[in-house]
């Protein structure tokens, strides 16, 4: 017996005006808000922004069969995925207008199996430490009992957009 999953997505170059264009937190709570379109990759794998504050950031998802790995679990790239989200926007709800960033690199410890059963999914980003041009956060992945489920910490590099 077959499984499909049908998803649409909007224009990602809305989206990343918008990001160009604003403040980070600014644009963030326009995105929850609806003002802007998720990334085509939230529609992929079907999480959303749940809440966003200065170096804060929240992603859920409620992982399905569409998200197992060959062993029947969800697979490692979709926890990296949603904390490297968390973490990164953490990061971005810090800039200014005009600026943007990269993760660096993105250190992930799993620590607990993810399936259908699971039920939602929450990973929770920080900034903890920001400078000039490089900032520090972590995320966390947790289940509906608040278990911790994944870590991560995630270095990022902060520059200024080409042209703004």
Request: charged share 20%.
């Given at each position: 017996?077959?499984?499909?999953?049908?998803?649409?997505?909007?224009?990602?170059?809305?989206?990343?005006?918008?990001?160009?264009?604003?403040?980070?937190?600014?644009?963030?709570?326009?995105?929850?808000?609806?003002?802007?379109?998720?990334?085509?990759?939230?529609?992929?794998?079907?999480?959303?922004?749940?809440?966003?504050?200065?170096?804060?950031?929240?992603?859920?998802?409620?992982?399905?069969?569409?998200?197992?790995?060959?062993?029947?679990?969800?697979?490692?790239?979709v926890y990296a995925t949603l904390l490297d989200s968390a973490a990164g926007c953490a990061v971005h709800s810090t800039l200014p207008a005009g600026m943007a960033y990269t993760s660096l690199d993105l250190?992930?410890?799993?620590?607990?199996?993810?399936?259908?059963?699971?039920?939602?999914?929450?990973?929770?980003?920080?900034?903890?430490?920001?400078?000039?041009?490089?900032?520090?956060?972590?995320?966390?992945?947790?289940?509906?009992?608040?278990?911790?489920?994944?870590?991560?910490?995630?270095?990022?590099?902060?520059?200024?957009?080409?042209?703004?």
């Open positions: 017996m077959g499984r499909s999953r049908t998803y649409t997505w909007e224009d990602p170059a809305l989206t990343a005006a918008g990001a160009m264009s604003l403040p980070g937190l600014e644009f963030l709570r326009a995105m929850l808000a609806g003002k802007y379109p998720p990334p085509p990759i939230a529609s992929t794998l079907d999480f959303t922004l749940e809440e966003v504050d200065h170096g804060h950031a929240v992603f859920s998802m409620t992982p399905g069969e569409e998200h197992y790995n060959p062993i029947g679990s969800v697979h490692g790239g250190t992930t410890k799993f620590l607990r199996p993810i399936t259908f059963d699971s039920g939602k999914i929450r990973a929770v980003g920080r900034v903890r430490s920001h400078g000039r041009r490089t900032a520090f956060a972590e995320a966390e992945l947790l289940d509906a009992n608040d278990r911790l489920l994944a870590h991560a910490t995630s270095s990022c590099l902060i520059f200024p957009i080409p042209g703004a």
